[in-house]
């Protein structure tokens, strides 16, 4: 159960709040956003269910031939450092960052990473967040883009099902496309879904294994580069 947002917890009682409950992680994010700003970095909070592509996406950007981005990156996990530990591995400098039961990075935990990671040697910082279709979604980290990682083995209807992630996302990565000959998947209906979702849809399909996306979606982090940051509504 996640400590933080309490998810599922059947003891919740309705309080009165004179404040908003996220604006301590608000204010957080904002103080994260102007190092972000003031370095000229790009930070993305990449988002995704368990197993949906995120860290071998990452691999696959950091040894692309056609990138000329210099990466870092945090993982989150609620255990393990193990996707911290492949994306060192991957030449990305990285740092893992375990929650122990929260199911979501906040901005407080980001920026005590920061204090022990060389992010601003980067161009670019992927903050791969805790693997969840929920919670990540509602906590600003002060990054500039959301991107949500998909598995086209997910199921066509996971934005239908998760309309608050992908309402977030600024793109969406269709990733394992080179499963696609093997599957029974309609990838117009998960362009629908998207539709019914994003405000303004944006997809990209994407391989780990075969590179096929790749390049675009290293042209689509250029692009971002050159726009300024903004602020992630809750």
């Not at 204010?27 to 956003?33: E, F, G, K, S, V």
């Not at 601003?120 to 509602?138: M, T």
């Not at 996306?213 to 982090?221: F, H, K, N, P, V």
Request: charged residues 25%.
């Amino acid at each position: 159960m996640c400590e933080t947002c309490g998810c599922s917890d059947p003891e919740l009682v309705p309080v009165e709040i004179q404040e908003s409950l996220l604006a301590g992680n608000d204010r957080a994010a904002a103080h994260n956003r102007e190092h972000f700003a003031a370095a000229g970095v790009l930070t993305v909070n990449l988002m995704g269910s368990p197993g949906s592509g995120k860290t071998a996406l990452l691999e696959a950007t950091a040894s692309s031939t056609r990138s000329a981005l210099r990466l870092a990156a945090m993982s989150g996990d609620l255990a393990t450092e193990r996707d911290g530990d492949r994306l060192k591995a991957a030449g990305i400098p990285a740092l893992s960052i375990t929650t122990g039961s929260a199911c979501h990075l906040d901005a407080e935990l980001v920026h005590r990473a920061l204090h022990n990671l060389a992010w601003r040697e980067a161009d670019l910082l992927v903050i791969e967040n805790v693997g969840n279709l929920v919670c990540p979604a509602i906590y600003d980290l002060g990054q500039a883009v959301n991107v949500v990682a998909l598995a086209v083995t997910e199921g066509e209807d996971k934005p239908l099902k998760y309309p608050v992630m992908f309402r977030k996302a600024d793109l969406v990565l269709l990733t394992k496309v080179d499963l696609l000959p093997h599957l029974d998947v309609d990838v117009c209906a998960i362009e629908q879904a998207l539709e019914c979702t994003m405000p303004a849809c944006e997809m990209i399909r994407v391989s780990a294994k075969t590179g096929e996306g790749l390049d675009r979606w290293i042209e689509w982090l250029a692009e971002r580069r050159q726009a300024p940051p903004k602020k992630t509504e809750a």
